[in-house]
Nanobody, 124 residues
Framework: QVQLVESGGGLVQPGGSLRLSCAAS?????IGWFRQAPGKEREGILC????????YYSDSAKGRFTISRDNAKNTVYLQMNSLKPEDTGIYYC????????????????????WGQGTQVTVSS
């Protein structure tokens, strides 16, 4: 059973940066990053496919967030720059292990395994 462990969340001032990590314990086809703001539904931010490193970004992530992976460490990273207060929320990584997902902006229903989430707070 694949397991995911996220790390790297915290409190940052507007305009600051954070890097989140998602370490997987087994083989995954794709990794997606999602966030859930207080009182809102979980939304997909971006994803990356293992087989060809193709990525998809939501409009809110374009230009500010970058996803990358280190296959040797089986870890996917989410680099977030120019953070805004509206980026505040719990960030989750999720793994696709059977659906060949990440063909568009990720949707929660396409990912089978979820991490525990990490809190990101952007505030002065």
């Amino acid at each position: 059973q694949v397991q995911l462990v996220e790390s790297g969340g915290g409190l940052v001032q507007p305009g600051g940066s954070l890097r989140l990590s998602c370490a997987a314990s087994g083989f995954t086809l794709a990794i997606g990053w999602f966030r859930q703001a207080p009182g809102k539904e979980r939304e997909g931010i971006l994803c990356i496919r293992r087989r060809d490193n193709v990525t998809y970004y939501s409009d809110s992530a374009k230009g500010r967030f970058t996803i990358s992976r280190d296959n040797a460490k089986n870890t996917v990273y989410l680099q977030m720059n120019s953070l805004k207060p509206e980026d505040t929320g719990i960030y989750y990584c999720a793994a696709d292990i059977m659906r060949f997902a990440c063909r568009n902006i990720p949707r929660p229903s396409e990912y089978e395994v979820w991490g525990q989430g990490t809190q990101v707070t952007v505030s002065s």
